[in-house]
């Protein structure tokens, strides 16, 4: 049975997984959870999905919430098809783990607020962005994009030489960083400027990209 994806297409989330989805190139049928209608919220979706939140997979009847979870899952289970998203070897599978919790102890912990700021608090209609809150979060945001300005220098992705899951993990959050927040990490940053530009040139973000609704 092909692979159902629950989802959302605004979802930073749920785009993270399409584009795993898209690079091991597994089929899959995306089933629409439509928060801005509150489908989420479906006793048949509580039932899939506990805290009722957006990507969920049903693999031939095993189920699997939590987008990293479920990324890794994907790689795992499909290791030797599209592109190898781990590396076998272990100094290399290291320095990707590694890349993911920088990724979400020092460029997400930062991203969501400001994420938060401009994208939730926009939608709840009077509500004004607290902009104490964007400046410091954005100066800590570029202390980790400055250190990957020097990482990136040395090599062409954010854990090596290799394109890996830790490159996906970026993507979503820059998009809505740059799309909806204003804050272009780019400028004055030759070398992340390359990554990004590279990573984003991939046939699977453009695919996502395209399917990405312009307004929440
Ligand atoms: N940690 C979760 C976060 C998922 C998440 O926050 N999804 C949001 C959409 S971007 C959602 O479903 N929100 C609806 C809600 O929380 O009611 C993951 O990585 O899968």
């Known amino acids: ?29 995306f089933i629409n959870v439509e928060l801005s209608k ?4 479906r006793p048949e979706y509580a039932a899939v999905h506990p805290f ?22 994907l790689e795992e289970k499909y290791s030797n098809e599209g ?12 320095l990707v783990e590694q890349a993911f919790w920088t990724e979400a102890y020092h460029f997400s912990m930062h991203a969501k607020p400001i994420l938060f700021e401009y ?16 400046v410091k979060e954005t100066k800590a945001l570029l202390a980790t994009v400055d250190f990957y300005e020097q990482l990136l220098s040395k090599q ?27 804050i272009n990490i780019i400028e004055g940053r030759p070398n992340v400027e390359r990554w990004i530009r590279d990573v984003m040139d991939r046939e699977s973000w453009r695919k996502v990209k395209e399917q990405r609704v312009s307004k929440l």
């Open 52 to 73: 009722t939140q957006v990507p969920a997979i049903d693999d031939d009847g095993f189920i699997l919430y939590e987008s990293r979870a479920i990324c890794r899952y």
């Open 119 to 134: 994208v939730v608090r926009s939608m709840m209609n009077g509500l004004e962005i607290d902009q104490r809150r964007v």
């Open 38 to 41: 509150l489908e989420n919220r």
């Open 1 to 29: 049975m092909v692979l159902k994806l629950y989802g959302w297409r605004p979802s930073p989330y749920v785009q993270m997984v399409m584009v795993v989805l898209y690079e091991k190139r597994i089929p899959f049928e």
């Open 83 to 94: 592109t190898r998203l781990i590396p076998a070897d272990l100094h290399k599978r290291a």
């Open 156 to 182: 062409r992705y954010i854990a090596g030489d290799e394109f890996s899951l830790a490159d996906i993990y970026h993507l979503p959050a820059t998009t809505d960083l740059s799309e909806r927040a204003k």
